[in-house]
């Protein structure tokens, strides 16, 4: 069995040509496919439409309104007024009908603002509103 005497190794070569083929066929695919949407989208059809339409994921546990000490409103991270509060959650209630609202207030927040959520709340709809609170420690 011959054995290699020389000491020169020979480096490993990557064959790109396949490589290239697969790019050419994928860019060929996109530009059929891209002129099939476009015809598609020309075509006079009238689509069926549903009733009574209902999100098709999982709804939310439940949804968070802060009250911060000032009495700004907090919801979705932005800080809104009690109306734009109710029309948001009234959307979000025609999806999920069974949607739990939790206020989190500030200690040191007014009564009345805490009151202005569960009042936005109730317009919106929403039956299942409730306050967290924290256990102090002694």
């Given at each position: 069995?011959?054995?290699?005497?020389?000491?020169?190794?020979?480096?490993?070569?990557?064959?790109?040509?396949?490589?290239?083929?697969?790019?050419f066929?994928?860019?060929?695919?996109?530009?059929?496919?891209?002129?099939?949407?476009?015809?598609?989208?020309?075509?006079?059809?009238?689509?069926?439409?549903?009733?009574?339409?209902?999100?098709?994921?999982?709804?939310?546990?439940?949804?968070?309104?802060?009250?911060?000490?000032?009495?700004?409103?907090?919801?979705?991270?932005?800080?809104?007024?009690?109306?734009?509060?109710?029309?948001?959650?009234?959307?979000?209630?025609?999806?999920?009908?069974?949607?739990?609202?939790?206020?989190?207030?500030?200690?040191?927040?007014?009564?009345?603002?805490?009151?202005?959520?569960?009042?936005?709340?109730?317009r919106?709809?929403?039956?299942?509103?409730?306050?967290?609170?924290?256990?102090?420690?002694?």
């Amino acid at each position: 069995m011959p054995l290699k005497t020389s000491h020169a190794e020979e480096l490993p070569v990557v064959n790109l040509t396949p490589m290239i083929d697969v790019v050419f066929l994928l860019i060929i695919f996109f530009m059929v496919g891209t002129q099939f949407s476009e015809r598609e989208r020309h075509i006079g059809v009238t689509l069926p439409g549903a009733s009574s339409l209902t999100a098709m994921v999982a709804p939310p546990d439940r949804r968070e309104v802060g009250v911060r000490a000032d009495g700004t409103v907090v919801f979705d991270q932005q800080a809104i007024d009690a109306t734009e509060l109710t029309r948001k959650l009234r959307a979000i209630s025609d999806q999920y009908p069974a949607l739990q609202v939790v206020v989190r207030a500030d200690g040191e927040a007014r009564h009345q603002h805490v009151v202005a959520v569960y009042d936005a709340a109730n317009r919106a709809g929403i039956a299942d509103v409730v306050t967290a609170i924290q256990p102090q420690r002694r």
